[in-house]
């Protein structure tokens, strides 16, 4: 069962573009710090704890793939933020506060927001006329840049 979905997973990155990977990666800390957030209300401590654990590994692969060369002072506060949600998180498995896991996640619904605006705006920049055919989109590493 594993091997089918390491291989779902792969084919489902494959060809997306680097802000639709950086998308998906929101997306599953923002799932991981929901469901961490329901087992910790109904005081399901343990597996709240394995979904922070979970969402910290979003988080710590968001930071580790800042390109802190070319992003400059963007990756700078984006780098900020990761390290403050990643301390929040700590935080919140030793006091399971369900108002600091909301906080973490508006934080990371906003900073999301703001990906998501830059993807339409490559994607309005990059917009090919109707008559020309699009080329497939690219594939290769992940990695952010800013």
Do not use: C
């Not at 979970?54 to 793939?65: C, E």
């Not at 990756?75 to 006091?95: D, R």
């Amino acid at each position: 069962m594993d091997d089918k979905l390491g291989a779902y997973r792969t084919t489902d990155t494959m060809g997306k573009s680097q802000l639709d990977l950086v998308l998906q990666v929101y997306d599953g800390a923002s799932r991981a710090f929901g469901t961490a957030r329901e087992h910790y209300s109904n005081e399901d401590y343990q597996a709240g704890f394995e979904e922070m654990e979970k969402a910290k590994r979003f988080v710590t692969h968001l930071y580790t793939t800042l390109n802190f060369e070319d992003g400059g002072e963007v990756a700078e506060n984006l780098g900020k933020l990761y390290t403050f949600i990643l301390n929040e998180s700590n935080v919140i498995q030793g006091t399971k506060s369900l108002e600091q896991i909301d906080a973490i996640m508006k934080v990371l619904g906003n900073i999301r927001e703001g990906w998501a605006g830059l993807k339409q705006q490559v994607q309005a920049e990059n917009a090919v006329p109707s008559e020309q055919p699009t080329a497939p989109a690219p594939t290769g590493s992940f990695a952010i840049s800013g």
